[in-house]
């Protein structure tokens, strides 16, 4: 039974081996700490934090995030060590926007677990108001037995005010480390999907028959409702209701027949239907998997919550593992530093048969371990072989035959996918990366020298020129799921490096002007683009969104700017990070193909450039988090197959889609 802590309440704890569930509703830093007994931090290395995640019997996780999962191992603490207190803090200022204090969110919710996932204790921090630190509970240990205690003491100065109090000397320092490490963790992370509906659980359960507005019913209990606009994005926002007005029924006005009592706003619009159910399974068997059965108001919907939601479930199941496995290793050392500590056991048959026994019982919990996994995997292998091939145009790989259908669309999907998404332990298992639209932040492409996960050698060359055709690849993927003249594409190449990976936007006539060379160029289109979001930002800061001046574009617009920094002084710099900052909220987006190492060469001026933007790579490399536990995915690039005309009988629709739309 879970014991629900309030401030200052302690419980003990039976279990060593425990999980610390953190849930914050906005991405928290979460840090531990360890202390003596007097609860003093004898120093950094005594702090786990995102900069240096692991300590012993402690792991937290390598980023900010909405969700954390924290390690605990009490029987590898050292003696020194009586209580570890578990920090939570919000981002410092400088990276994506959000809350300042804590009591502008949702009151943050801890849990402590044991590994089979059961609560042990839970508390829910509230009272929270200027704070922007605090210590959520603590782990102590007293008379030999650890407990577990409800603290929620907050800071309003954040980390620094918060480490200092704890006795800290380089309190301030370490604050500022780890506010660097969350900074770098931004341009690593994949983005995370928006928070699901109330009813927006993956559970495989049957629904039930939707009724319509003539059935006179109402949609079961936790069925479906409306969507958000800021969840379903365009064109996906479930029926809207409507209270009188134009349009609502007149009793008086019928003639004959029962007067109908029915919602006039549910005539709009019948429920959406079920999500497609499996065929009833053979006892003892699994369901078979079937794509679309995630819950959402379309089967694009459907898809995309389906698609998030193996991909969580890779990540938790894989985290299980590890976590199983670093059990089994640290219990194996344990077991076998306690044999050699005996001199009666170090030699001699005694000591052979205890260390084969803790080798015997590693082996034995590993196995179980990879049992569970494989497990898991047969069932997401399966479940992404029928998700694979129903996935819409913007979902798909380029392989998919959904492009050989391929015509102009009329709304704008809810996501783009971006590439692929696998974890080692799970090779076979290839995961749709999918980023909301319209994009939130722009994309770095590094075309610099990049360590392939696969081992194979690209030199620079090579290296280049995959990046750029990626660029392309992603560009018009952008320009396909867009209605036509909803997007618009412009290209800096000052040194006409890119000409050959740009055949594909230049040839077919998608984009808005030829590429821009030298730096003339650089500085017209980087002024223009400016200029532009100047605009957008008076009109809207002015409460006259419709005041534009006569023939503006008011489509989104894509600036790909490829051999960054060649033809960029210090203005063209600044323009771009203006653009990289302000451009995503009214419709400006940035693509850069550049080396970063090469960009290092201006210095600090452009780390906020690189941290706002989603860094991606040409061949695959595992430098992506998922916003859950922090695993390193490997992302492979959405690369067209060799030899396939899928981009060029795609663009050259859109082109004439365009050109229709133009004319």
Do not use: C
Request: no cysteine; net charge negative.
């Amino acid at each position: 039974m879970t014991a629900e802590l309030v401030r200052g309440q302690n419980h003990p704890l039976s279990q060593s081996r425990l999980e610390i569930r953190v849930s914050a509703g906005t991405p928290v830093v979460a840090a531990a700490a360890l202390g003596d007994e007097n609860g003093r931090i004898h120093g950094v290395e005594w702090v786990a934090h995102p900069g240096a995640p692991t300590q012993p019997g402690l792991e937290v996780s390598r980023q900010a995030a909405a969700d954390h999962r924290l390690a605990v191992d009490l029987d590898a603490m050292t003696d020194a060590v009586h209580r570890v207190s578990v920090l939570l803090a919000l981002p410092a200022p400088g990276g994506d926007p959000g809350p300042a204090r804590f009591g502008a969110v949702a009151a943050p919710f801890v849990a402590v677990t044991g590994l089979d996932g059961g609560e042990i204790a839970s508390y829910t921090i509230t009272g929270l108001e200027a704070e922007s630190a605090v210590v959520a509970l603590e782990l102590y240990r007293r008379q030999g037995a650890w407990k577990v205690r409800a603290v929620g003491q907050g800071y309003a100065g954040g980390l620094a005010d918060l480490l200092t109090d704890q006795g800290l000397p380089e309190a301030v320092p370490l604050a500022g480390t780890i506010n660097e490490a969350v900074a770098r963790g931004l341009a690593r992370s994949v983005q995370a999907p928006p928070p699901r509906p109330a009813d927006g659980d993956r559970s495989r359960q049957p629904a039930a028959p939707a009724l319509g507005p003539d059935q006179g019913g109402t949609a079961p209990q936790g069925a479906p409702g409306p969507v958000p606009p800021s969840y379903g994005g365009p064109g996906q926002t479930g029926p809207q209701p409507a209270y009188g007005g134009a349009g609502a029924a007149d009793p008086s006005a019928t003639t004959g027949g029962p007067i109908d009592y029915s919602h006039p706003g549910r005539r709009n619009s019948a429920p959406p239907p079920p999500p497609p159910t499996a065929p009833p399974a053979q006892p003892g068997r699994p369901a078979q998997p079937v794509a679309g059965d995630a819950t959402g108001w379309s089967m694009e919907e459907r898809l995309y919550n389906q698609v998030w939601g193996m991909f969580e479930d890779l990540a938790r199941t894989t985290a299980a593992y590890r976590s199983a496995v670093d059990f089994a290793e640290s219990r194996m050392d344990k077991e076998l530093e306690q044999t050699l500590s005996d001199p009666r056991s170090r030699i001699g048959g005694q000591g052979d048969a205890a260390r084969e026994a803790a080798r015997a019982r590693y082996t034995h919990l590993v196995d179980q371990a990879r049992e569970v996994l494989d497990r898991d995997l047969v069932q997401l292998a399966a479940e992404a072989d029928v998700v694979e091939p129903a996935l819409p145009p913007a979902f798909a790989r380029w392989d998919n035959p959904a492009w050989h259908a391929y015509r102009v669309p009329m709304e704008i999907p809810m996501a783009l996918r971006l590439g692929d998404l696998r974890l080692p332990e799970a090779d076979r298992i290839r995961i749709p990366m999918l980023l909301r639209l319209p994009l939130e932040r722009g994309l770095w492409i590094d075309s610099g020298r990049v360590d392939s996960v696969d081992g194979s050698f690209t030199d620079s060359h090579d290296i280049r020129r995959l990046a750029m055709e990626t660029a392309v690849a992603h560009a018009a993927r952008l320009l396909a799921v867009y209605p036509a003249g909803e997007f618009t594409v412009h290209v800096i190449d000052p040194a006409g490096s890119g000409a050959q990976p740009l055949a594909p936007l230049t040839q077919t006539g998608v984009l808005a002007a030829p590429p821009a060379r030298g730096a003339a160029g650089v500085t017209d289109v980087l002024g223009r683009l400016t200029q532009r979001v100047d605009l957008v930002q008076m009109a809207l800061r002015g409460g006259a969104p419709d005041a534009l001046p006569p023939g503006f574009d008011t489509s989104q617009q894509l600036l790909i700017v490829n051999d960054f920094p060649h033809g960029f002084d210090d203005r063209a710099v600044n323009q771009l990070r203006y653009l990289a900052d302000e451009g995503p909220a009214v419709g400006v987006h940035l693509m850069m193909v550049a080396d970063r190492e090469e960009s290092a060469g201006y210095g600090p001026l452009l780390d906020p450039l690189w941290r706002s933007l989603l860094r991606l790579t040409p061949v695959p490399d595992d430098h992506l988090a998922d916003p859950w536990v922090g695993h390193a995915w490997t992302y492979e690039p959405p690369l067209v197959p060799p030899g396939s005309q899928v981009l060029h009988q795609v663009l050259t629709q859109v082109a004439a889609a365009r050109r229709s739309w133009d004319g």
